[in-house]
C-alpha cells in the first residue's frame, strides 16, 4: 500500500487519510498512516532530503495548501503573550519605569505600540538575544502592554476542532523523532576534526528545524500539540527505542546512550582518576568547605594523604564530592520526554541558534514553560560542564543566557523551581565544580606551608569570563526574594557559598620585584577583578537587597557568623599570626568585604547592635591587617615602590578605586579599618599605621634618621599617603551615618568638582549598587533632582575651531562654597591629577567670585554626626600617639627638616582641625591639671587633644646618626629645675618605644588566648628592623631642648608662611571670623585652627595670648646642615621657576590666541594685505610679498615667482542649488521620494545637451558654463612663499616618515605657518601697483570708440605683456597649475563636447573654472552683495591671481572673428549661412549665457585689461541679458496679454526715448517673434495655467530686475576682484540700483538711493530694433519642428536658492526604524553599516562588499559621484556623520543630540535623540564654504573601503 500511495499526488494521499483518520474507527488510517511515514521518514535517507518535509506539510494540511492550513490554524491562537524571540544585534527595547525584572525587553513593534512618553527607556542592541516580554505580568507591569496584548485575546477566540489539528498530533511525533534520531546519528565526542562534521549535521537538519519553527509561529493551538508531544512520556517511550526487529533504531539507541554515560558533574575519567590527585593542601581544603567533610569519614580523603607530600609544586585539583549535598547533582542524566532528549542534544551540539529560537518560541505556551524550565534545570550541571569544554565559549555563553534570562526573571517560576529541584543547590554545587578545576596553592603569607587554595587567574576559565553565564542566572535568581529567603534560611548552602569565596580570597597576589624589572607583564588582573565582582560582589549586593529591614536581622546574623567562620579559618590556613609577609599584597579580600557590608547594612537599616557582631579583639587584629596592607600598598604603588612590577601594577591600584568597582572595594575595606579602629586600642591602632607605611623612623625630632625601608625620596610621599589615609578615615562618613540621598549628593560633588561631566558620564562614574533592583538606580528622580540641586547645564556650544562640545553639568556656585569635599575628591579619584584638577578649578571659582585671590588650600569641611555604634572612631584623634606624630611633624616643618611639604602641613592640621570638632564626651574635664607622676610613660600628660595643644615639651631624647649636626652639640646646662623633672623629659618617649609597646600588648593578647609561645614566633625578615635601637653602632643617643607645645609652633608657622613677625596680634583673637576663614591658603587654616581652640578653652586663649605677646622670630639650630639649606633653596627655585614657566605659558597662549584669530575663519573687518593684492597702499612700488618659508620679503619676478598657498577642490556645492528656498525633506516612508531632476546641475546639463543636439558645436561650448557639478574651486590661507623654497618644503615633507594625515604623493602639504591643509600653488603675477592705476582712470571716450577699441584688443591675442617665446619659470608654474586644477575633478566633469580633449572644451573647463569660484564666493556672500565689504569667504578667494593664471592659459586659444560673439553684439550684420561649413547653425544670442559670455571676453583680451574696456564690455552684454528677459517673459503671457502689451509698446515706438523703453521693446519682440507662429502655441497648448497673475507694469519691472540681478552682482564682484573696487552694502531692495550705479549702466549722476529702472540702464551701441530684430530672426529661422525644444530654450532662469542639505525629522528614530531593516536598492540585502547621503537622500551600504565596484566601496563612489568626491554620510546605526573628501575620511560627530545636550555613537544608551539645529546649521556652513579640511582635524586615508 505504502509504494502506492506515494505514487497518488500528496494532497488527495493527505485528505484520504484524513478522512480515514477522522471514524470512529481509524484503526485502517492509523496503519496506512504509520506506514506511510515509515516510508517517508526512515532516518536512513539524507536528512537534507527535502521531499519527506513536502511530505509532512501536506499531511499536516491534511488535503488542504499548507498556506490555507496555516492561517486557519493563526486564527484559533489565543497567546496573551508576545514571545517574539529574537537573536544577537536585534533593536529591542527596555523600559525600566514599566519593568518588574531588570531583565525585561520589548521588541520594537510592541514597544512602538505602547504608551511610554516620559518613561526612562532605551534602545539596546541585543548581545544575546532575547525575546519579548509583552503580556507577561511577572515581569512588566501591565500599563506598558501594547495594544495587541493589553486585550485578554485568550477569551473570544473559539475552542479548535478537533480534525484540524489531528494530522499533526499523530504526524509531528514522528517528525520529531527523525529529527533526534539523525541528531544521534551524526554526534561524535569532539575532538578538533569532528566539529566541523557536527557543523554538517546542523546544515543537514536545517531545513526540518526551520519547519518546526514555523509551526511555533503558527500560534497558541499549534504551540498545545507540540507541547503535548515534547512532554508526552509514553510517546516517547514507544518511539525512542524503535520496535524490536529495527536494527537500525537499536544502534541509534546505543548511541544516544554512551552520549549520556559522559553527562553527570563526577564523571567516569574523573571518579578514576581522583586517587592519584590529591595532595597535602586537599584535605585542609576540605575542611575549609565547611564540617561536612569532617562529619563524613570519607574514605578519598586518607587516600589523599598517603599522597601528600609527593606533588607539592604541581596544580591540584580538589575534590568536593564528598561535601556535596545532593549527590543526584552530580549524576547522570535519564531523560523520560522528548523535550529532554532535545534539549540534552542542543547541548551537545553546543546551542545551535535554530534550535535555541525554536525551544524559546514555544515558551508562550504555560505548561511548556514550566515543564522545559524543569528539564534546563535538570541539565544545568551538564550544560556547564559542556561549556566548560567548548572551544566556542563566548558564543555558547550567549546562547545559554539567552534562554536562562527567559526562565529566571519570572519570580514565580524561579520560586517554583528553587522548591521542587533544588536550584540554588545544583547553582552553588556547579560553581564549586567550575572553579574547583583551577584552583592552586595561595603564595600569600607564608609561601611553604599554606594550606589554602585560590583561584589560578590565568586559567581559561578566568580569562574568558567562561563562568559568566552561570554567575548572571545565580545573581538573576538571587533577585527575587522568595528565592533568596531560602538561600539566606540555608546554612549548608551558606557554609558551601562561603567557601565558594574563600577560592578568590588572596588571588592573583602581587609580590614587589626588588632587583630586576618583571620580564613579563601579566594581565591577569583583569580577570581577578572582574572574578570579584561578577562571582563574589554582586550576588553579596543581591543578597543585601533582602535585608533591608529589622524582621530579616536574623539573615544578616547568620551571614556574619558564617563570614567570621571562614576567615578565621582562611587565617589558620595561610598560617597568619600578627605580621603581614613583606612586600605582598592582593587587592582581593571578597570575605573581608561580605563581612564589611553585611556589618554596615545590619547596623545601618536593621537596627542591629554592632557588639553583637563583631569579634574578640585579637580577631579584629587579624582582620584589619590585610585591608590595612592594601592602603599602605597604594601609597607605596603611587610612590613608585612597586614601579619595577610594571605598569600592571598602576593599573590594578586605578581598578581598585575606580567607579565599577570602588564601593565593593575600598569602601568596604575602609568602612572595615573605620570598624577596627573604633573597637581596637588607639595608640596601637596609630602605631600600626605609621609602620604598615614605613615611615616611623621619619617621624624623629632629628633632622637626619635612617630609614631601612624606604629611599629618601619615597619617604614624603608615603608620609604625605599614611597622613592622607588617617583623614579619610576619620572624616569619611559613607557607611557611618550618611543617607542614600547624603551619598549621592556627596558623590556627585566630588565628581564634578573634578571636571564637568556629561549626563551619562557622571550616571557611569557614580558608584551605584552593582544590582539595580536596588538602593539608588541611576536614571531614578532622585538622581535627576540631585543632579539640578547641585549643578548648573551648559548646552552644547560650538567654537568657531569647530570642536564641537556636548552639554555638560557643571556644580553651582554655592557647591563650591559650602560642598566641595577634597577628601572625598581624593577618595574617588583614578588618576592623582584630577585632584590638581579639581583644585584650580576650585582655585578659579575663588578667584572669579573674589572671596580669595592666592593659591588656596583644600578647604575644612564639617563632617555628619557619627552613628553612635562608631564613636569609638573619634578616640583616634584623642590619642597621645597621634599627638606626638603631630607635634614632631609641627616641629621638623618648623625646621624646614628635608622631606616635609605643604600637603603634610594640610593634613596635620585637617587632623587637629577634626580633633578640635570632635570631643570625646567621657575625657576628663579640660581644665583639670594632670599630675605629673601618673604620666611619666609619654609626652603628654592627657589624651584630650585640647589639653594636650598647650602642653610646653622641654627635652627630647632621639637617636641619630653619629654625622648629625645635633651629635656635636653641648650637653644642656643644668637648669633650675628638680633632676627628677629633667630626667623625665627626657625619658625615650620617641615613637620607637610605640612599637614596643604596641609588640607587649599584642605578645599579651595572644598569650591570654593559651596559645602556644612557637606561633608567636615573629617572621624571620621583619626581625632585623625592629630590633633595639642601641645595636645599630651608628646611632647615638642626644638629647634635643625644644621648649615648644602645639600652639607655639602653629604660631611660628603661621609667621613663617605669611612671613611677617607678630603676624597675630592679641586683638585678632577678640573677633575671629569663622565666615571668612572658611577658604583661604594654610594661613587662614592656622588662624581657623587657634581661634577654635580659644573658644573652646579658656587656658589655649590664655597661652595664644602669651605666645602672641613674647613671640620671637624662629631661631633654626646653629648647625642646620648645609644640605637641609640646599633642600629649602631647591623648593623655592622649583617653585619661582613653575611661577616663570606659569607666565611664559599664559603669554604664549595670549598670541596662540590672537594668531588663530586672523588665521581663522573668525570674521575681522581688515582684509589682509596678501589679499587685495591689487589695491595696495603705496601708489608706486611693486607688490610686496613675505615668503612664510625663507622669511625674505620681494617681489614675484619671472626667475623667483611667489606662490599663494591654496587648496583646489572639486565641488558640486552649486550643481545642488534648486529652486525652491525650503531643504529637500528626508523620505521616512516608502511614500516619499526625492526628485534630482529640479537641481541646478540637472537643469544645465539638460541645457547644454539641447544645444548640442541642434547647434554647431564649438558655439554650443562657448554658450554655457560647466562647473556646477565637479567645478573646481580655489582658496587660500592667504600666506604667499617663493615657488622654490615650496619645492625643498615637499621633499622635507616627503622624506618625513611621521605619519601625516595626508599625502605628500598627491601634492598635498599644510601651509607651514598657519598649518592650513592646501595641495598647490597659485604662481602671483610680477607687476607695478602704478600700472594697475594707470589702468583705473576713468575715461571719458564716446562708447562706439570704445566698441571699436575692446573689438580690436580681441584680434590681438597674441600680444602679452610677458612675451611669450622664452619660457621663464613663471610661465611654467602657471602651466603646472593649470595641469593641477585639471587634476582636481573627474575627467567626467570636464569633457562635454563631442571629442574630448579638443581645445573648445579644454577652453569651457577653463572660463567655467573662473564662473564656478565667482558663482560660490557669491553664495558665501549670502546669494547677493547687499552686505558688501569683505566677507570672510573673500578673504579665502584668489580670484585675482586665478584670473590671470586662466588668461595667461587662454591666450592659446583665438576666438575665430568671423564667429565671435562681439559682432552680433554690437553690429547689424547680414546673414552669413552661405559660409557655414557646418551644416548646424550656431547659437542664437538668445540662448547664450550672458555671464558666460562676460567671462570669456575678459579672459580672452590682453592682461591686464583697463577699466574703461570692462566696463565697455558689461555695457555691451546687458541689452542681450535684456532681451533674454523680455523674451522670457513674453512666453509666460496669456494670448490676450500679449496682444495687450504688443498694442500699448507700439503706440509707445513712435513716442520719445524708446530705446529705453521696456514697453517698446517688449512690443517689438513679440511682434519679431510671433513671426513663428509656432513659438507661442507651444505654451498655450500646455496651459494657461501657468500664470494665474495679472502682469501689472511693477511685477514687470520687478521680474525684469530679479533676471539681470545675478548678472549685475557677477560683473561687479569680478569687477572688485580685478580693479579692487569696494563693495557698498545696502538694502535688499536697492541692490539693483547700487550694483548698476557701481558698474557704471547708469550715469553717476543720479540721485543714490533713487529707484534705478532696469530699462534706464539699457546702453545700445546700435539701432535697438535692428538689432533685436536680428536676435529674435536666428530663434524664428529655426525648423518649426524643434519649437518645444526652442520655447524651454528661451526660458531660462538665471536665479538659483542657496544649496542646502535635507531637511531631517526632529527625532533620530523616525530615521532609525525606517532605514535599518531596509534593504539597499543595489544589492537587495539589509546592510551591515547602512547609510544615507545628506545631499540627496542615497541610501547606501558601508563598507558592504556587496556594492563595491572595481573594488571600490559604495559610499565612496557615491561621493565621486554625488559631490565630486565630497560626501556627507549620517551613518543609521551609529548617529554620527561621517566626511569623505577625496582620499580621506574623518567622524565629523553626530547632529542628533539626547535631553541632556550629549551625542550617542554608535547608540550605546539608546536614549532618544533630537536634532541639534545648530550642529547641523554648522555641518552645512561647512560644506557650503568648503572647509571641512580646515575645521576637521582627525583625518584618515579610507583606501575606498567605505
Not at 1293 to 1316: A, H, I, M, W, Y
Not at 1367 to 1377: A, C, D, Q
Amino acid at each position: 500500500m505504502a509504494a502506492s500511495t506515494q505514487r497518488r499526488d500528496k494532497k488527495t494521499t493527505a485528505a484520504l487519510l484524513k478522512t480515514e483518520l477522522a471514524r470512529t474507527d481509524n484503526s485502517s488510517g492509523v496503519r496506512g498512516l504509520q506506514e506511510l511515514l515509515d516510508a517517508v521518514l526512515s532516518p536512513e535517507e539524507s536528512a537534507a532530503d527535502a521531499e519527506a518535509l513536502d511530505w509532512c506539510k501536506h499531511l499536516l494540511a491534511g488535503g488542504d495548501s499548507f498556506e490555507d492550513f496555516c492561517k486557519t490554524v493563526r486564527s484559533y491562537d489565543n497567546a496573551a503573550l508576545c514571545g517574539l524571540v529574537w537573536t544577537a544585534n536585534f533593536v529591542a527595547y527596555r523600559c525600566r519605569t514599566c519593568g518588574i525584572s531588570p531583565c525585561m525587553s520589548l521588541c520594537a513593534e510592541c514597544f512602538n505600540h505602547g504608551d511610554h512618553t516620559g518613561h526612562d527607556f532605551n534602545m539596546f542592541r541585543s548581545q544575546a538575544g532575547g525575546a519579548c516580554d509583552c503580556g507577561d505580568s511577572n515581569v512588566m507591569r501591565e500599563s506598558g502592554f501594547c495594544r495587541r496584548h493589553r486585550l485578554k485575546t485568550g477569551e473570544d477566540v473559539p475552542s479548535v476542532p478537533r480534525e484540524l489539528l489531528l494530522m499533526s498530533e499523530m504526524v509531528l511525533p514522528r517528525f520529531i523523532i527523525c529529527i533526534i534520531q539523525h541528531l544521534r546519528d551524526g554526534y561524535a565526542e569532539p575532538d578538533g576534526s569532528s566539529e566541523r562534521d557536527l557543523q554538517k549535521v546542523l546544515q543537514q537538519l536545517e531545513l526540518h528545524i526551520s519547519f518546526l519553527e514555523e509551526l511555533t509561529k503558527m500560534g497558541g493551538a499549534m504551540r498545545t500539540v507540540l507541547t503535548k508531544i515534547l512532554t508526552n512520556q509514553q510517546t516517547f517511550r514507544e518511539l525512542s527505542m524503535g520496535q524490536e526487529e529495527n536494527v537500525y533504531a537499536k544502534r541509534n539507541y546505543e548511541k544516544y546512550l554512551s552520549a549520556l554515560r559522559s553527562s553527570g558533574l563526577a564523571s567516569v575519567e574523573e571518579k578514576g582518576a581522583s586517587a592519584d590527585s590529591g595532595s597535602g593542601g586537599g584535605a585542609a581544603a576540605l575542611g575549609s568547605l565547611g564540617a561536612t567533610a569532617a562529619a563524613s569519614p570519607d574514605p578519598s580523603s586518607k587516600e589523599e594523604d598517603q599522597y601528600g607530600g609527593q606533588n607539592v609544586g604541581q596544580r591540584k585539583r580538589v575534590k568536593l564530592t564528598s561535601s556535596t549535598k545532593d549527590p543526584s547533582i552530580m549524576d547522570t542524566l535519564k531523560h523520560k520526554c522528548f523535550l529532554e532528549e532535545l534539549l540534552f542534544w542542543t547541548i551537545k551540539y553546543e546551542f545551535p541558534q535554530k534550535m535555541v529560537t525554536f525551544l524559546l518560541n514555544m515558551l508562550p505556551d504555560q505548561d511548556y514553560k514550566i515543564t522545559f524550565t524543569k528539564t534546563f534545570v535538570q541539565h544545568y550541571a551538564f550544560i556547564m560542564k559542556t561549556l566548560m569544554k567548548s572551544h566556542e565559549s563566548d558564543t555558547m555563553s550567549n546562547r545559554i543566557v539567552h534562554i536562562s534570562v527567559q526562565l529566571f526573571s519570572n519570580e514565580e517560576l524561579a520560586r517554583h523551581v528553587t522548591e521542587e529541584c533544588q536550584l540554588l543547590d545544583v547553582m552553588v554545587t556547579v560553581l564549586l565544580y567550575m572553579m574547583e578545576s583551577c584552583l592552586i596553592r595561595s603564595e600569600l603569607q607564608d609561601e611553604q606551608n599554606s594550606h589554602h587554595v585560590v583561584v589560578n587567574c590565568g586559567e581559561a576559565l578566568l580569562k574568558n569570563n567562561t563562568y559568566w553565564p552561570l554567575v548572571s542566572d545565580f545573581i538573576n535568581i538571587l533577585s527575587h526574594q522568595s528565592v533568596a529567603k531560602r538561600f539566606l534560611e540555608d546554612h549548608s548552602l551558606l557554609m558551601l557559598w562561603m567557601s565558594f569565596v574563600s577560592f578568590f580570597q588572596g588571588m592573583n597576589l602581587n609580590k614587589r620585584e626588588l632587583n630586576e624589572h618583571v620580564e613579563f607583564e601579566s594581565q591577569t588582573y583583569y580577570a581577578a577583578f572582574a572574578a570579584e565582582l561578577e562571582a563574589c560582589a554582586q550576588p553579596m549586593w543581591g543578597l543585601l537587597t533582602h535585608c533591608k529591614v529589622k524582621e530579616t536581622q536574623d539573615y544578616t546574623k547568620t551571614v556574619v557568623r558564617y563570614c567570621l567562620d571562614a576567615l578565621q579559618i582562611w587565617f589558620d590556613n595561610i598560617g597568619f599570626v600578627d605580621e603581614p609577609a613583606p612586600n605582598q599584597v592582593t587587592f582581593h579580600l571578597p570575605l573581608h568585604r561580605y563581612y564589611a557590608m553585611f556589618l554596615s547594612k545590619g547596623v545601618k537599616c536593621q537596627g542591629l547592635d554592632l557588639d553583637s557582631l563583631l569579634p574578640d579583639q585579637e580577631t579584629l587584629m587579624k582582620i584589619m591587617v590585610h585591608p590595612l596592607q592594601i592602603q599602605a600598598s597604594l601609597s607605596e604603588i603611587h610612590s613608585n615602590m612597586w614601579v619595577r612590577n610594571g605598569l600592571q601594577i598602576k593599573g590594578q591600584a586605578m581598578t581598585y578605586v575606580q567607579s565599577h568597582f570602588c564601593n565593593s572595594m575600598i569602601d568596604p575595606d575602609i568602612y572595615l579599618l573605620q570598624v577596627c579602629a573604633s573597637q581596637l586600642d588607639p595608640d596601637y591602632f596609630i602605631s600600626s599605621v605609621f609602620e604598615r607605611f614605613k615611615v616611623v623612623d621619619l617621624l624623629t625630632m632629628a633632622s637626619q634618621h635612617q630609614n631601612n625601608a624606604l629611599d629618601s625620596e619615597q619617604e614624603r610621599p608615603m608620609l604625605e599617603g599614611a597622613l592622607t589615609f588617617l583623614v579619610i578615615l576619620c572624616s569619611l562618613r559613607l557607611h557611618l551615618g550618611m543617607s542614600d540621598d547624603e551619598i549621592l549628593r556627596a558623590e556627585m560633588v566630588s565628581q564634578l568638582c573634578m571636571n564637568d561631566r556629561t549626563h551619562s558620564a557622571l550616571l557611569d562614574l557614580i558608584p551605584e549598587n552593582p544590582n539595580p533592583k536596588s538602593g539608588i538606580v541611576p536614571g531614578s528622580c532622585s538622581f535627576e533632582e540631585m543632579l539640578s540641586a547641585v549643578a548648573d547645564f551648559k548646552a552644547p556650544v560650538f567654537e568657531p575651531g569647530g570642536s564641537m562640545q556636548q552639554g555638560m553639568y557643571t556644580p553651582k556656585a554655592e557647591v563650591w562654597e559650602k560642598e566641595f569635599d577634597p577628601i572625598m575628591v581624593i577618595l574617588r579619584t583614578v588618576y592623582r591629577r584630577d585632584v590638581q584638577s579639581a583644585m584650580d578649578r576650585y582655585s578659579a571659582f575663588l578667584k572669579q567670585s573674589g572671596i580669595h585671590s592666592g593659591n588656596p588650600w583644600p578647604p575644612y569641611k564639617e563632617r555628619t554626626a557619627l552613628h553612635p555604634c562608631y564613636e569609638g572612631l573619634v578616640r583616634l584623634l584623642h590619642c597621645k600617639t597621634l599627638h606626638i606624630v603631630i607635634f614632631t611633624l609641627l616641629y621638623k616643618i618648623w625646621m624646614d627638616h628635608q622631606n616635609m611639604s605643604e600637603h603634610v602641613l594640610c593634613m596635620v592640621l585637617y587632623l587637629i582641625e577634626l580633633g578640635l570638632d570632635s570631643q570625646v564626651q567621657d575625657g576628663p574635664g579640660e581644665e583639670v591639671p594632670c599630675i605629673e607622676e601618673n604620666c611619666h610613660d609619654s609626652w603628654f600628660p592627657s589624651t584630650n587633644l585640647l589639653a594636650n595643644l598647650h602642653h610646653v615639651i622641654n627635652y627630647v631624647r632621639v637617636r641619630v646618626p653619629e654625622t648629625a649636626p645635633e651629635v656635636k652639640r653641648e650637653p644642656p646646662p643644668s637648669t633650675s629645675e628638680d633632676t627628677s623633672t629633667f630626667s623625665q623629659n627626657l625619658r625615650e618617649a620617641q615613637v620607637f618605644s610605640l612599637v614596643a609597646e604596641r609588640r607587649k600588648k599584642f605578645q599579651e593578647i595572644i598569650n591570654r588566648s593559651s596559645r602556644e609561645a612557637s606561633q608567636a614566633v615573629r617572621p624571620k625578615s621583619s626581625a632585623s628592623r625592629w630590633l633595639p635601637p642601641g645595636t645599630q653602632p651608628q646611632l647615638v643617643t642626644e638629647i634635643l631642648e625644644i621648649r615648644e607645645s602645639m600652639l607655639s609652633l602653629l604660631v611660628k608657622l603661621h609667621q613663617k608662611l605669611s612671613a611677617r613677625q607678630n603676624s597675630l596680634s592679641d586683638v585678632w583673637l577678640e573677633q575671629p571670623h569663622a565666615e571668612r576663614l572658611a577658604h583661604g591658603d594654610g594661613i587662614t587654616a592656622i588662624e581657623r585652627i587657634l581661634a577654635k581652640a580659644a573658644t573652646r578653652s579658656r587656658q589655649s586663649k590664655r597661652c595664644i595670648q602669651e605666645i602672641c605677646g613674647k613671640v620671637c622670630p624662629p631661631v633654626p639650630p646653629k648647625k642646620s646642615s648645609p644640605s637641609d639649606k640646599k633642600t629649602m633653596d631647591k623648593e623655592e627655585r622649583r617653585q619661582r621657576a613653575r611661577e616663570r614657566q606659569q607666565k611664559l605659558l599664559a603669554e604664549f597662549a595670549s598670541r596662540q590666541k590672537s594668531f588663530m584669530e586672523t588665521a581663522m575663519d573668525v570674521e575681522s573687518p581688515e582684509a589682509d594685505t596678501a589679499m587685495d593684492l591689487g589695491a595696495s597702499e603705496q601708489p608706486d612700488c611693486e607688490v610686496l610679498y613675505d615668503c612664510v618659508i625663507c622669511g625674505q620679503s620681494g617681489s614675484s619676478t619671472d626667475d623667483r615667482p611667489f606662490g599663494l598657498v591654496v587648496l583646489l577642490q572639486a565641488s558640486s556645492v552649486l550643481g545642488h542649488r534648486s529652486r525652491n528656498d525650503q531643504p529637500k525633506r528626508l523620505p521616512t516612508s516608502d511614500e516619499e521620494h526625492i526628485y534630482p531632476e529640479d537641481t541646478c546641475g540637472a537643469a544645465c546639463d539638460v541645457r547644454l545637451t539641447l544645444l548640442q543636439r541642434f547647434f554647431k558645436e564649438s558655439s554650443c561650448l562657448q554658450s554655457v558654463s560647466i562647473g556646477w557639478d565637479g567645478g573646481v574651486y580655489v582658496q587660500t590661507c592667504g600666506h604667499t612663499l617663493h615657488i622654490d623654497c615650496h619645492k625643498s618644503y615637499m621633499e622635507s615633507l616627503r622624506n618625513d616618515q611621521v605619519l601625516q594625515g595626508f599625502s605628500v604623493d598627491k601634492g598635498e602639504f599644510t601651509c607651514p605657518l598657519c598649518r592650513q591643509f592646501a595641495n598647490s600653488v597659485l604662481p602671483c603675477r610680477p607687476g607695478q601697483v602704478t600700472e594697475a592705476g594707470a589702468w583705473h582712470a576713468p575715461c571719458h571716450k564716446p562708447a562706439h570708440v570704445l566698441v571699436k577699441e575692446v573689438e580690436d584688443l580681441q584680434d590681438q591675442l597674441g600680444i602679452f605683456p610677458v612675451s611669450f617665446t622664452t619660457e621663464t619659470n613663471l610661465s611654467k608654474e602657471m602651466e603646472s597649475v593649470i595641469k593641477d586644477i585639471k587634476n582636481t575633478t573627474q575627467k567626467k566633469y570636464m569633457d562635454y563636447g563631442r571629442n574630448p580633449g579638443s581645445p573648445d572644451n579644454d577652453f569651457l573647463f577653463m572660463y567655467s573654472v573662473a564662473r564656478t569660484n565667482l558663482e560660490l564666493e557669491l553664495v558665501h556672500r549670502g546669494g547677493n552683495l547687499c552686505c558688501g565689504g569683505a566677507s570672510a569667504a573673500a578673504k579665502r578667494s584668489c580670484l585675482n591671481q586665478l584670473f590671470h593664471v586662466l588668461a595667461m592659459h587662454m591666450r592659446l586659444y583665438s576666438i575665430d572673428s568671423a564667429y565671435n560673439p562681439w559682432t552680433r553684439l554690437t553690429q547689424v550684420t547680414h546673414s552669413r549661412e552661405s559660409e557655414c561649413g557646418d551644416d548646424r547653425p550656431e547659437v542664437p544670442m538668445l540662448f547664450r549665457d550672458v555671464p558666460s559670455l562676460l567671462i570669456i571676453f575678459v579672459l580672452t583680451m590682453p592682461q591686464p585689461l583697463r577699466k574703461e574696456h570692462f566696463t565697455c564690455v558689461v555695457k555691451v552684454l546687458y541689452p542681450l541679458l535684456y532681451t533674454q528677459a523680455l523674451a522670457a517673459l513674453s512666453i509666460k503671457f496669456t494670448p490676450e496679454e500679449r496682444r495687450a502689451w504688443l498694442a500699448s509698446g507700439a503706440h509707445q515706438k513712435s513716442g520719445f526715448n524708446t530705446e529705453t523703453s521696456w514697453e517698446a521693446l517688449l512690443s517689438h519682440l513679440v511682434s519679431e517673434l510671433s513671426a513663428a507662429k509656432t513659438l507661442y502655441e507651444v505654451k498655450a497648448e500646455e496651459g494657461s495655467t501657468l500664470s494665474s497673475t495679472v502682469w501689472t507694469p511693477q511685477s514687470i519691472e520687478l521680474t525684469l530686475q530679479q533676471f539681470c540681478l545675478p548678472y549685475l552682482r557677477l560683473s561687479c564682484l569680478l569687477q572688485h576682484h580685478l580693479y579692487g573696487d569696494g563693495l557698498t552694502g545696502c538694502l535688499n531692495e536697492e541692490e539693483f540700483s547700487v550694483l548698476s550705479a557701481c558698474l557704471g549702466l547708469v550715469s553717476p549722476a543720479a540721485q543714490p538711493g533713487s529707484q534705478v529702472s532696469s530699462a534706464s540702464c539699457l546702453e545700445w551701441p546700435v539701432n535697438p530694433f535692428a538689432l533685436l530684430s536680428q536676435w529674435c530672426s536666428e530663434v524664428t529661422s529655426l525648423p518649426e519642428s524643434q519649437a518645444e525644444q526652442t520655447v524651454t530654450l528661451v526660458v531660462q532662469d538665471p536665479r538659483w536658492e542657496a544649496p542646502r542639505l535635507l531637511h531631517l525629522p526632529d527625532n533620530y528614530n523616525t530615521i532609525f526604524q525606517y532605514y535599518h531593516r531596509k534593504a539597499c536598492t543595489a544589492c537587495s540585502k539589509v546592510p551591515k553599516d547602512p547609510a544615507l547621503c545628506l545631499v540627496c537622500g542615497a541610501f547606501v551600504c558601508l563598507k558592504g562588499a556587496c556594492c563595491k565596484q572595481q573594488g571600490i566601496c559604495e559610499c565612496v563612489l557615491h561621493s565621486q559621484h554625488c559631490g565630486a568626491a565630497t560626501g556627507i554620510f549620517l551613518l543609521i546605526n551609529a548617529s554620527v556623520i561621517i566626511i569623505i573628501r577625496g582620499h580621506r575620511f574623518c567622524l565629523w560627530g553626530s547632529v542628533y543630540l539626547d535631553a541632556h545636550g550629549e551625542e550617542d555613537r554608535d547608540l550605546r544608551r539608546g536614549k532618544p535623540l533630537f536634532l541639534c539645529e545648530e550642529r547641523y546649521r554648522v555641518l552645512e556652513q561647512q560644506w557650503v564654504s568648503h572647509t571641512f579640511d580646515h575645521i576637521n582635524k582627525r583625518w584618515g586615508p579610507h583606501y575606498n573601503g567605505l
